[in-house]
């Protein structure tokens, strides 16, 4: 390998390794079309050809790959939620999560750095007792710890009684993490392309036929394509798509925004996150701040920065972190999520028979790819929806069986 | 800061507004399957595009109607649901679980 290097090195070209093999023309008919080459469309292609032998699959990409939610969320993976398909879901997220880089032998810079929730009243004392409490029993590691605990995790937080909203408790989740967003997207798109499957850029899907129930073929701005079974994983445009498809859908799409400031030296190991300050923080590997979780207060599909937003997370992180108050911005953006109204995804069937969804995915559809691609992919096989899957159905709107996160999510809304 | 404009409090900053959905026409109550109301509760248009919403001015409690572009985020017009709604509707009155 150094040898190889130098070379390189030496070498007056610098030939630029191809990690996915670029777009041909596309074909009259695929077996399966994912919609949407972010994580999940990539994660679940990679899964079909790996462990399925399904090949003749496209992904086809409005823009270009990894650009939408993926590349604007920011990076967190957790699995403390409360209810126990919101946990055993998101474990089994986190475990993939931890094998993923060996997985395509590419590094998605996996760090297990843990995440600490603050709680600043009585009642979130009481709900982290209780998501503690189904962690633990589900396998997941978090438990409730006193300001003594939280001082000696975090040095730098304000822990001073004095404040707007002292810090009483905090719920330490041992099995956070974070990874590098975009490399997640490039590992399992390159997987995917080594073993056949094609991906289309810049292929916007403008309508999906449907005829007697079934989707027959899609309409591209590239050309007609027939498919056997079509998936959407297009998080932020899960309304527009599914309504092409006839398919009504329980989302509203509201902005979340985010910023990072210039790099520091490494002093904030975990994931801090405030639920009432409606604000977390994490450093990055690079040592910048990300400062995010400010979602819009009405729905919106827009992606533009507002400064009513930088003052009051700003102010929120200043509060938990006072040496931020000299920091410089170097970036704020935001992303739509697709909100659902019990915070949980929507995954599995539609009213279409062949058509398959993967929407819903607030502000939580980073920490789940690996679990999405493993199950999505499996029903997309087996035609059978996997048990870990089912409770997040779309009919359950119907059925009025709601699985609520709203609690569990560290963002504001 | 946005402004919005209320339709009985004139310009305000958008801080002082709460959105309240978009604007459905109810189903009736009384003869609403189960599968209406989920839809009606949870389902949502979610259009890029032009909508009408409810919002309220929070501090006067006043609710209102508002046409506004879900993309461009340009509220176009603000009105008063006097402007839909025109009748007055008489709930029945609660008759000690037995049906009409």
Redesign the interface.
Known sequence: MPFGLLKYGLSSEYPAQHHFTPATELKKHYDVVIIGAGGHGTAIAYNLAKYHGITNVAVLEKSYLGGGNTARNTAVIRSNYLTEEGVSFYRESVKLYNNLSNEFNYNVMMENRGQLTLAHSDAAVRSFRWRAEVNQHMGVRSELIDRQAIAELVPNLNMSEDSRFPIMAGLWHADGATARHDAVAWGYAKGACDRGVELHQLTEVEDIEVSRGRVTAVKTNRGRVECGVVVQAVAGASSIVAKKAGIPLPIHCYPLQAMVTQPYKPILTPHVSSPHVHVYVHQTSRGEFVIGGGSDPYPLYHTRATLDQRESLSAAAMELFPFLAQARMLRQWAGTTDMTPDYSPIMGLSPVENYYLDAGWGTWGFKATPICGVTIAELVATKKVPEIIKPFELERFYKYEQINEAGATAASH | ??LLTCPLNGQRN??EF??GGEYHPMPDPETAS??QW??YV?????E?GVVI?WWCHTASSFWFLAERN????RVIRTFEASEIFQNRIDFAEPTNGEKK
């Open positions: 800061m946005k958008i801080s709460t959105y189960p599968r989920a839809e949870f389902f949502h248009d979610n890029a919403e879900t993309i461009t985020d």
